[in-house]
C-alpha cells in the first residue's frame, strides 16, 4: 500500500469526525445534558434546546382524565420543533405498556419565550403503572433534521380513578 492509498481513510475518518461534529454544534438539536468531551462538558457547544418535563402522568382532580407537560426553551429557534408525548398504562400480570394518549405539539420555542406542552387525555384512567414517553424532533437552524428521545421515562401508580 503506498503513502496515497494509507492516507485517504485517514482523511475520511477526520472528515466524517470535523463533519459530525459540526453538524451536531449548528443544527439545534438537543444532546444529552453531561456529555463529556476532552476538554469538560459540551453541552453549551451541542444543545440549542432543552426540553424537560413538568407533570408526570397525573390524574385531573376526581375525573378519569390523566395529564402531562413538558417545557422547551432554546437559544437559537430550530426551523421546526415537535413535541410527542406519549402515555403508557402498564395493565400488570406479566404485559407490555399500552398506549393511552399521544399529543404532538409543533410550538416553536424562541430565545426568552419558552413553549410548553400539555396533553390532557379525558376518559382514560384506570389503576396502575403508568409512564410518560417524549420524543422532540424538528428542524435545526441551519436544516438539519433531528430526532431526540427524553432519557427519562417516569412513572408514576394512580391508585384512584373515581
Known amino acids: 500500500m503506498n503513502i496515497k492509498t494509507r492516507s485517504i481513510p485517514a482523511a475520511l475518518a477526520a472528515a466524517t469526525i470535523t463533519i459530525l461534529t459540526l453538524g451536531g454544534a449548528a443544527s439545534g438539536c438537543q444532546s444529552q445534558q453531561g456529555a463529556t468531551g476532552e476538554g469538560g462538558t459540551t453541552d453549551h457547544i451541542l444543545k440549542s434546546c432543552a426540553t424537560k418535563i413538568t407533570q408526570k402522568p397525573s390524574r385531573v382532580g376526581r375525573s378519569r382524565t390523566v395529564e402531562a407537560a413538558t ?9 421546526r420543533h415537535t413535541v410527542l408525548i406519549t402515555l403508557q398504562y402498564h395493565p400488570g400480570n406479566g404485559s407490555q405498556y399500552v398506549t393511552m394518549g399521544t399529543k404532538y405539539c409543533e410550538a416553536i420555542p424562541v430565545r ?6 400539555h396533553a390532557t387525555f379525558p376518559g382514560i384512567c384506570h389503576v396502575g403503572t403508568w409512564r410518560m414517553t417524549v420524543l422532540i424532533t424538528g428542524t435545526g437552524p441551519n436544516g438539519a433534521p433531528f430526532s431526540f428521545p427524553l432519557d427519562n421515562k417516569p412513572t408514576v401508580k394512580i391508585k384512584s380513578c373515581a
Do not use: K, L, N
Not at 417545557?71 to 426551523?79: A, L, V
Not at 426568552?112 to 406542552?117: A, E, F, R, Y
Open 112 to 117: 426568552g419565550i419558552p413553549t410548553d406542552c
Open 71 to 79: 417545557h422547551s426553551e432554546c437559544d437559537r429557534p430550530p426551523i
